[in-house]
């Protein structure tokens, strides 16, 4: 809104301990932003919107704050919190240009317990710390830390005299779930206003909610360290910080900062076509103005390129940040030995092509040839979708639980031939698919011994979590024996003592064979499938041949289930088209980048994120037939090309082998 004043809220706060230069780009439209910009997507994925509506039922008679005007809301909590005894739900706080939103506020004469909830699990079986040995507090708890920490320096100085208990709720890993459908009782609807809310379906009894898989941490003593200034990145006083990110992002100021390797996941980038459409890259300003770069310096390849490099802040801290800058004391060379490439001899070989402009793909022929040998036909290629939603589907399993909704299979037989064998996909709402998709998978493999590959741990860490399952169920299906039986068959586990156990038809994982036989300098600093995908095919005359024509799911040509007379070779000024361009969009709404930022932190987790966050929305919302209906032939063809690729990449080597 046009005048609105700049607070610093609890996001921009956590915002700027991520980078304070990110204060000056958020919210301006100028500027591109590839984190996904829907909160919506994303509480909705994480099961955020139902942990905080479900964190709210604990609190009966708590009152919801449901203003969205800033001053509007601060005069409402004002006037509530005058009572003796009293729970809030986003009440509003402000201490000069500081304000926030808590999510649970409970008010008990002079005490206020400060509730933060997230969507994050926490086992409270177990003991657990906030603190590392050295007295600091691990990375992975900082941001939730921080946050909780920040809400606690508004409230004590906006309600002086009072005594605050801050406190995380979070999803209780060790909890069993009380019944069954609680996760359908949770709902999203889209208010009046377009705000998304959750709507409770039915009632939520008290057979619901207790007993509760929801746990308050209290963090006070976490809280009172980073106040005191005990930690590190507050050592100057939180209060001064504070104050300082406060002033520059009212004033609109840019703090300037060091660029680092967080500098890699920076969101505020620019992909070319953004750049030709007036788009501005705030990743490249600050570099441009840090380091003093032209334009022609900033292109040249950097430090952050580096797959898995790990000194990226010392060499940027020394003023090396092109990647030809890089040394022998910062990655030591192996010697050679073995046939497939280590991390380091990997590292050297981006470094060495793509300094020298070297764009010819790398292929460890004799290792590849190698591991082919123990290959048996017909090949499956197979891919999961899966989800971890935060509130159990059924009495008496676990937050966090998985769940597989679907898969895709291709073979290869022997003599070259693909088809779209098979596929599995469930998408109605509140229904536990494991058993029935792995009866499903081991019909579309246990017709015979041909060698299965997979792309990344994902499927193998799954079937172990739906073994889990089935052995943990009191009461577990009849074939639960050769379901347990199959899948030990087909992938590798640690037994009692730590030691790997392969079965005896142990999936091949193609990333493996990446990152030890295979590199092409399209791919850059990624061996995501994402990228492998289309640097092979950049570089294939024989796939470009056979996939620029429509034969895909055309009579007589490759088999599909999901696709007719299919191109998926196009070419634009030049270059193949990214295959997963093509596809129809599963969120008409959100562009691909951004959804591809939420998801990518790890290559090794692929592009699964948008097909969770579809069966999520198909889950938890409100839609009708065609739309589910819609949603679901979309995450049919996503599926699918994921083990096309597969089949692709591996057509790609047998023509650079020949």
Known sequence: MAGSPRYLTKSRFSLAMECPAKLFYTGKTEYANRKLEDPFLEALAEGGFQVGEL??????????????????AEEMTAELVKRDSVTLFEPAFRFGNLFIRADILA????????????????????????FTKKGNIPSGWKSYIYDVAFQAYVLGNAMPGFEIEPFLMMVDKSALCPTDGLNQKLRIRLGHDDRKRIEIYGDLTPDDLSPCILVQVPVGDCVDAVLSGSVDDFSDGFGTVVSNLSSQYRMDFKIVTQPGGRCRSCEFRCTPEEKAAGKKSGFEECWKDTLRLTDEEFGVPSVLDVWQFRKKDACLGEGRWRMAEITEEDIPKDPEAGSGLSMKQRQWLQIEKMVAGDN????????????????????????????????????????????????????VEKDGSVRHQGQFIETEPGIFPNYRFLRALKGELANDDGTIFRYAAHENTFLGHISK????????????????????????????????????????DMLRLVKSYYYDPAMGGSNSIKYVLPAILNSSSFLQQKYGQPIYGAKGGIPSLNFRDWIWVRFDKGRVLDPYSLLPRIFEDVPSEEIEKFVTGDEEIREGGAAMMAWAKVQFSDMSALERKKISEAL??????????????????????A
Request: hydrophobic share 40%.
């Open 55 to 72: 964190a709210r039922r604990y609190f009966p008679g708590g009152i919801l704050i449901d203003e969205i005007r800033h001053k509007e």
């Open 107 to 130: 008010k008990e004469g002079n005490s206020l317990h400060l509730i933060e909830v997230k969507a994050k699990s926490w086992d409270s079986s177990e003991p657990d710390s906030f």
């Open 360 to 411: 010819i793909p790398f292929l460890n022929k004799e290792g590849l040839k190698a591991e082919m040998k123990s290959w048996k036909f017909p090949l499956h290629f197979i891919d999961f979708e899966t989800a971890m939603p935060a509130i159990p589907f059924n009495r008496g399993r676990h937050p966090y639980e998985g769940i597989a909704f679907q898969f895709s299979h291709h073979v």
């Open 469 to 508: 399952q089935l052995e943990e169920d009191p009461s577990p299906p009849d074939d639960a024996p050769e379901l347990l039986g199959f899948i030990r068959e087909i992938t590798e586990w640690k037994d009692e003592n730590g030691n790997m156990v392969e079965g005896s038809r142990n999936m091949v």
């Open 636 to 657: 049919l063809k996503y599926c699918e090309l994921d083990t096309l690729a597969m089949v692709m990449i591996w057509e790609g080597w047998i023509e650079m082998l």
